[in-house]
Structure formats: structure tokens, C-alpha cells
């Protein structure tokens, strides 16, 4: 059974970075075809593609994020994680890991970490 | 951007009802469209994927149409497990996949 376990802080002071780890169990994050997404949920809003990568490294961000966001896939450990740099209250969201497979869209999520910017 | 729109923005349903939403694709996502259920404090759940196909687990009394612009998920026979709030999202221009606003499907 696929699961994805987010961690990371819940607070983080405007003008920081926000960085977010997604650990993968039951499948391989090497696994060919499958892609690792971070996608946002503003509070009382909808849902926020951030952007994605593959295992290789090769990754695809929102246009309207690119600027301040990473995404990198650690094989060694079976993680993915998230970085945005210079945060403002706008960032505050919750923030979910998923999975997609081969060209399906995401069908395995994290648990969510909802994140505060605030000082 | 492709710019998802969904309709009715909430949707008031008696238990064993039949519900029809709908999503409108600002141009041409061929069948790459997917729904997605999200309950309060949880994480979405992918309900079904290009267009028509039920995810795994998924009961059938949840089925889907449509290709190109405009798209239907329809459940035939609402229990009291269903209602959310449903999203619709497309995987077939990047950047960046989109999602529609979501239509809330509450009791009457």
C-alpha cells in the first residue's frame, strides 16, 4: 500500500523559506512513470498546483511560483520535499504531497501540513 | 492557463438522489480531466481519471462523461458518505494543471 507521509514546521516567519519533506512507503520513488506533485490549499479556498518532478530530477513549476519554489527528489531516502523562499502571509496554506502514475493524475496524497507565515 | 469552471457552485441533495455536476474547460483538455472528492480536514481523493474511469475503490454509483470543454460527474444515488465538496482538474496543458473552483454538495 502506497502512502505518503508529510513533515515539516507549521510556522514559518514571513520573508523565510517554508521547506516541507514527503516520505514514500510502499513503492519505489524511483519507480518509472511516476512523477511527485506538491499542490496548496489557501484556507477556505481551492486547490493550487505548485509544480512536480520525476526522479530523474526534471522538474515543472507553476509560471506564477517558479521564482521562489524547489522541488527535489531524494532516491536514498525515498522522499520528496518542498522549498518557497520568501514567504509571505499569501503562503499560508495547506500544503499536500501526492503521487502521479504513469499519465493518471495524482491518486496517492499526504496527510496535508497545514503552514502559518506569520512573525 | 486553462481556466476550469464548475456548476452549480453548491448543490443541495436529498440522501438517494441522483447529483449532476458539471465543469467547463476554458478550451480543449481532450479526455485528461480528472474529479476529486474533499471532505473537511482531509486530503482530495481522486474519484475518477480520463474523464470516465473509476479509481480504485471507487463504488460505482460514481460515473463521469464527457471530452473536450465540458465534462459531467454524476452520482446516481447520493449516501450520506458523499457529501463534499467535488473538484474537477485537468492534466493536459502544462503549465500549470488546473483545478475548478469545486462544487459543494450539501443536504437539503
Known amino acids: 500500500q502506497v502512502q505518503l507521509q508529510q513533515s515539516g514546521p507549521g510556522l514559518v516567519k514571513p520573508s523565510q523559506t517554508l521547506s516541507l519533506t514527503c516520505a514514500v512507503s510502499?513503492?519505489?520513488?524511483?519507480?518509472?512513470?511516476?512523477?511527485w506533485s506538491w499542490i496548496r490549499q489557501p484556507p477556505g479556498k481551492g486547490l493550487e498546483w505548485i509544480g512536480y518532478?520525476?526522479?530523474?530530477?526534471?522538474?515543472y513549476y507553476n509560471p506564477s511560483l517558479r521564482s521562489r519554489v524547489t522541488i527535489s527528489v531524494d532516491k536514498a531516502k525515498n522522499q520528496f520535499s518542498l522549498e518557497v523562499t520568501s514567504v509571505t502571509a499569501a503562503d499560508t496554506a495547506v500544503y499536500y504531497c501526492a503521487r502521479r502514475y504513469s499519465s493518471s493524475p495524482e491518486d496517492v496524497w499526504g496527510q496535508g501540513t497545514t503552514v502559518i507565515v506569520s512573525s | 492557463e486553462i481556466v476550469l469552471t464548475q456548476s452549480p457552485a453548491t448543490l443541495s441533495v436529498s440522501p438517494g438522489e441522483r447529483a449532476t455536476l458539471s465543469c467547463r474547460a476554458s478550451q480543449s483538455v481532450s479526455s485528461n480531466l480528472a474529479w476529486y472528492q474533499q471532505k473537511p480536514g482531509q486530503a482530495p481523493r481522486l474519484l475518477l481519471y480520463g474523464a470516465s474511469t473509476r479509481a480504485t475503490d471507487i463504488p460505482d454509483r460514481f460515473s463521469g462523461s464527457g471530452s473536450g470543454t465540458d465534462f459531467t460527474l454524476t452520482i446516481s444515488s447520493l449516501q450520506s458518505e458523499d457529501f463534499a465538496v467535488y473538484y474537477c482538474q485537468q492534466y493536459n496543458n502544462w503549465p500549470p494543471f488546473t483545478f475548478g473552483p469545486g462544487t459543494k454538495v450539501d443536504i437539503k
Open positions: 518532478s520525476y526522479h530523474n530530477g526534471v522538474t
Open positions: 510502499g513503492f519505489s520513488i524511483s519507480s518509472g512513470g511516476s512523477s
